[in-house]
């Protein structure tokens, strides 16, 4: 992950419980770190269950690009208020080089 504009601030997670049955689990908030262009960050193995956030007291816009080695079809999506998750299918511009199907150069 990369801020080129901005600064955010990266709060990761561990999975304390889940129930795939119910789609129900609880997140613990573990470290927290700041991202802005000259400190990129990755995703943790061990914990790979992130928040990115924008804080008020940060004062400007930012972005941010997540760059993934391989596509994957979906993704695990958390809320934290309702302990619930939901995996979620993702859908990409391009792949391996190639624009995908219906997809136009700006």
Do not use: W
């Not at 299918?89 to 190639?98: N, R």
């Amino acid at each position: 992950m990369v801020t080129p504009i901005g600064r955010l601030r990266v709060q990761n997670f561990r999975v304390d419980t889940r129930d795939a049955s119910h789609s129900t689990c609880k997140l613990v908030p573990s470290d927290a770190y700041d991202m802005d262009p000259e400190h990129p960050a990755v995703v943790q193995p061990e914990e790979p269950v992130h928040q990115v956030l924008n804080l008020p007291e940060f004062g400007q816009p930012s972005t941010s690009v997540h760059i993934y080695s391989y596509p994957y079809s979906s993704c695990e999506v958390y809320s934290i208020d309702k302990g619930v998750y939901a995996d979620v299918p993702l859908h990409y511009s391009s792949e391996y080089g190639k624009l995908s199907p219906g997809e136009k150069l700006m």
